[in-house]
Nanobody, 122 residues
Framework: QVQLVESGGGLVQAGGSLRLACTAS????????MGWFRQAPGKEREFVAA????????NYADSVKGRFTISRDNAKNTAYLQMNSLKPEDTAVYYC???????????????WGQGTQVTVSS
């Protein structure tokens, strides 16, 4: 089993920044992929970003490209999501996910964190 714990969410004004962190513990998958997803009220969960084990490959949703940056520190089993130029439409619960495939499909991620709320005020 793998446990994922997110941190760093909160309330920020439009144009501001937040940095989310997700730390994995337990029996992590070999060379695991880390992803970030989000779910706004009344909407389906959507892909935000993903990063390979080496960190050499990343993928972003079009809606966050150029504003969000995903990174990881494997020595700390931690992935990060730096969110800049935040917009009210970024308001959602953000989830980190742990899996074996570099994909945007949520059902390919095996383990999930509990989520952290990000609220962007206008």
């Amino acid at each position: 089993q793998v446990q994922l714990v997110e941190s760093g969410g909160g309330l920020v004004q439009a144009g501001g920044s937040l940095r989310l962190a997700c730390t994995a513990s337990g029996r992590t998958l070999s060379n695991y992929i880390m992803g970030w997803f989000r779910q706004a009220p009344g909407k389906e969960r959507e892909f935000v970003a993903a990063i390979t084990w080496s960190g050499r490959s990343t993928n972003y949703a079009d809606s966050v490209k150029g504003r969000f940056t995903i990174s990881r520190d494997n020595a700390k089993n931690t992935a990060y999501l730096q969110m800049n130029s935040l917009k009210p439409e970024d308001t959602a619960v953000y989830y980190c996910a742990h899996g074996s495939f570099f994909t945007i499909a949520a059902n390919n991620y095996r383990y999930w964190g509990q989520g952290t709320q990000v609220t962007v005020s206008s």
